[in-house]
């Protein structure tokens, strides 16, 4: 089932998150190639694939059900690094293509190389953070 889009930074390219109907199956991503409309690719990913953000080379799954975040290198169209991280929102710096996961009472600042570089807490907030949105 269709989840979430995303489009490449140039326009080129289509991502389309789908999670499985099935409890516990591995989610994908669609690759589509705007230039001739047509499905270029799956790449599977963790379970409950949701939600997507494109940075650099990398894009970034969220995995709702597994609690993980699926890094897929754009140009191999492969996963290639997991991090363990239960997220409900994800956005991309386009200044330095940091990632910025909003989870329950705090937002992960995670680097190009998939390093932690903080964790801002919103310990006052009673709700978890769904929504977040990186200025240039």
Known sequence: MPQY???SPDGATTYVSHTSSLSGANGSITVIDNRTNQVAAHI??????????????????TNLQDGTVSVVDTTTRR?????????????????????????RNAVTVVDGTGQVTATIDLA?????????AVAG
Do not use: M, W
Request: charged share 15%; net charge neutral.
């Open 79 to 103: 996963v290639v690094q997991t991090l363990v991280l239960t997220v409900r929102g994800i956005a991309v710096s386009p200044r330095d293509h940091s990632v910025y996961f909003a989870g």
């Open 44 to 61: 599977p990913v963790g379970v409950g694939a949701c939600e997507l953000a494109v940075g650099g080379d990398r894009l970034y799954v």
């Open 5 to 7: 889009v995303a489009v």
């Open 124 to 132: 006052d907030n009673s709700k978890p953070a769904t929504v977040i």
